[in-house]
């Protein structure tokens, strides 16, 4: 079956300092892989997707950048973090074509 | 630009009543809609979908009804449980792969 692992669980960073999440995804392979964020009260907003090894498209301007180092290694990252970068990070996977997506645990960043 | 809304943030059923979770789009190109169920700090998990060339899917309690002409969908749940007390997120997606999220809506089933 397949799994997905998403690291840490939660995190406090101070203003500017450097960020990376990562998470990998097991049982399956060549999977499109995605990171969302989920700021208080707020839906679902989509940051980066990937179609394959290094292959990364950007849905929304920000400090962040996402790469994928191994087909199944997602990681999200920032040289230097905002306090509006708070919030609940969320790693998913889908198998094409279906576009049922699985979640990992979230990562919940504060940025103090 | 929200093109996923649920505008609902909550809603309060009785156990064993029907809950009816609403949601609107306004991008005709979707082409395939989902619901995922959502519990404090953790990540969604998928419950029901429904493609666009269809009006109905059923899935046990679920039910997803979609009016394309109306851009309108909504999920049925009956009998209502306890359990089933979490966040609802509607989300739509344009050729299997951008998938837009709405707000959420947050479920209260009272026993």
């Known amino acids: 079956s397949q799994t997905i692992h998403q690291w840490p669980a939660t995190l406090v960073q101070p203003v500017g300092s450097p960020l990376s999440l990562e998470c990998t995804v097991e049982g399956t392979s060549n999977p499109n892989l995605y990171w969302y964020r989920q700021a208080a009260g707020r839906g679902l907003q989509l940051l980066f997707y990937s179609v394959g090894i290094g292959q990364i498209s950007s849905e929304v301007p920000q400090n962040l950048s996402a790469s994928r180092p191994q087909d199944r290694q997602f990681i999200l990252s920032s040289k230097k973090l905002l306090l509006s970068d708070s919030g609940f990070y969320l790693c998913?996977?889908?198998?094409?074509?279906?576009?049922?997506?699985?979640f990992g645990q979230g990562t919940r960043l504060t940025v103090v | 630009d929200q093109q996923v809304k649920q505008n609902s943030p909550s809603l309060s059923v009785q156990e064993g009543r029907i809950s009816i979770l609403n949601c609107d789009y306004t991008n005709s190109m979707f082409d395939y809609f989902l619901w995922y169920k959502k519990y404090p700090a953790e990540g969604p998990t998928f419950l029901i979908s429904?493609?666009?060339?269809?009006d109905k899917n059923e899935d046990g309690r679920f039910t997803v009804f979609l009016n394309k002409s109306a851009k309108h969908l909504s999920l049925h749940i009956v009998p209502s449980q306890p359990g089933d007390s979490a966040v609802y997120f509607c989300a739509a997606s344009t050729g299997g792969f951008k998938t837009i999220f709405g707000a959420g809506t947050r479920l209260f089933v009272k026993a």
């Open positions: 998913a996977w889908s198998r094409p074509p279906n576009t049922e997506a699985f």
């Open positions: 429904i493609s666009s060339i269809k």
